[in-house]
């Protein structure tokens, strides 16, 4: 593993020198913030007709057009949506500057052929650990989010060190920024959305929900055993993995945890995630998902509604009702 720090990084290497950040959901805006406090010469481009426009123009940022804020930029940064890269790119590529630089937060575009730079581009990754809010909040703090970085292409030999900048920039330098490529970030980006963080977390609350009112056991019960607490554990596991989990838990929790977790997820369920991965790997759930998008996304939306509609959403929007801290 290589890691760089605030130690590795040339601050005069962007200087004066103008970032276009195109985007400004919530990457882009902490992005955008994080770069001109650490007083570098930030522009963000949207259109005028989006709704993202007045809300960075109140943040005291600079604002114009896609194809607009890209002229003259050293750095342009794509934080828009994945689906969304591949024609912007197209519609600002001919205004950004010869040995410009191209900056990722996100490999899929690069990796999956949805964009294929001029060669006379930079393209780098800068991937931070945490999404936008978190960014943002724990520079204000004076700490950092770890990032990734990649170089997919260098043709002026100063990719990895303006990457680094940048990195620095948003404060991901303070916490360090491990060295990767766009392929091991994109894969194991999808693989853990799918599998664990997103996927495989939601389908394992809903079937724990599930099988336990099937059982007859009150909705409101069941919800708060395998939603609301779910919290406490990961909290703890982010702190400090599975040692800090098993200090705080109960003995009887560490026993069933250690006991009961690999008959549910077992090596049905390992294989499972082995083919998940191997079609991230090969290109197929990229073609899928490219594939939906170009089809207006009708099945997306199917199963986003039928997520919605279950009744584990309707008993705990009635329960986090009730707990006022969680709007504060």
Known sequence: ????????????????????????????????????????????GLRRSGASWDKAEADGLRVAEPAEAVKGAKIVVFLTPDMVQKSLYAGVVDHIDQGATLLFAHGFAIHYGQIDPREDLNVVLIAPKGPGGLVRRQYEEGHGVPCLVAVHQD????????????????????????????????????????????????????????????AGYQPEVAYYEVMHELKLIVDLLHEGGLRKMYKFISDTAAYGDMVSGPRVVDEHARGQMKEVLSEIRDGTFARNWIAENEAGMPEFRRMLDADLDHPIEKVGAGLRSRMDWLTE
């Open 155 to 214: 043709p002026a030999g100063n990719a990895l060190e303006l990457a680094l900048a940048y990195a620095a920039g948003i404060g991901g330098a303070r916490a360090g920024v491990i060295e990767t490529t766009f392929a091991e970030e994109t894969e194991t980006d999808l693989f853990g959305e799918q599998a664990v963080l997103c996927g495989g977390a939601t389908e394992l609350i809903v079937a724990g929900f599930e099988t336990l009112v099937e």
């Open 1 to 44: 593993m290589k890691m760089y720090t605030q130690t590795d990084v040339d601050p005069a290497l962007l200087g004066d020198e103008r970032i276009a950040v195109l985007g400004y959901g919530s990457q882009g805006r902490a992005h955008a913030l994080n770069l001109r406090d650490s007083g570098l010469d930030v522009v963000v």
